[in-house]
């Protein structure tokens, strides 16, 4: 059941959508999208708001809203008249999580873009929250391992993953009940990211000058 947070807003209206449609994968392999998407995810926001947290023009900004309404991953919460227009505000209703199935089925293109779209929008939150202090607490957690693996290896540790992501939603819909239920209702705002990728075979030729 939604729990009304601060200005009527529900508190726990991110539930996880599997995607299914390779259509929407392709509607979310955009840089501007999954930005927006996670904007939309913290705060409601018009397209005028997106286009200046972005740094993008209004009319870019509305065409990636409208397609992200499209496919129902925001909603419409209210309108508001501005200088003679009408400002629509938007909220994310969903998580989308692409399922293994679709993943396999769409063209490798699509898949590239999609990750760098995500990648770029992690590399810039974690650089924020690193300049923040958001990795000061002592239990905040940075890792990186390489290692290789067979297949079942592979697939071993791919089911751990999928199941750590399960035991990751629990937790945030519990601790979600709690923080709208307590005082001040606020919370601390986490990020957790999960990935398992081949390679590179030179993994620090980044470093090089």
Not at 7 to 19: H, P
């Amino acid at each position: 059941m939604p729990v009304g947070g601060k200005d009527g807003r529900k508190e726990d209206f991110r539930l996880v959508l599997d995607v299914v449609d390779a259509r929407m994968v392709k509607a979310l392999a955009h840089p501007i999208r999954v930005a927006a998407l996670a904007l939309l995810e913290e705060e409601i926001l018009s397209p005028k708001d997106v286009a200046d947290k972005l740094g993008v023009t209004l009319p870019l900004a509305s065409y990636h809203v409208r397609q992200l309404a499209h496919f129902g991953l925001i909603e419409l919460v209210r309108t508001s008249p501005r200088r003679g227009t009408v400002q629509h505000y938007y909220r994310a209703t969903v998580q989308p999580r692409i399922s293994d199935a679709t993943w396999a089925d769409i063209p490798t293109t699509v898949k590239r873009r999609l990750v760098e779209a995500t990648l770029r929008h992690a590399n810039t939150a974690m650089a924020a929250a690193a300049e923040e202090g958001g990795f000061d607490r002592s239990d905040a957690h940075a890792s990186r391992t390489c290692f290789r693996l067979d297949d079942q290896g592979w697939t071993q540790l791919s089911n751990l993953l999928s199941t750590t992501l399960e035991r990751v939603e629990r937790i945030q819909a519990e601790a979600t009940a709690r923080v709208a239920g307590s005082a001040d209702g606020d919370g601390r705002r986490a990020t957790v990211l999960l990935m398992l990728f081949e390679g590179p075979e030179a993994p620090n030729r980044f470093l090089a000058p």
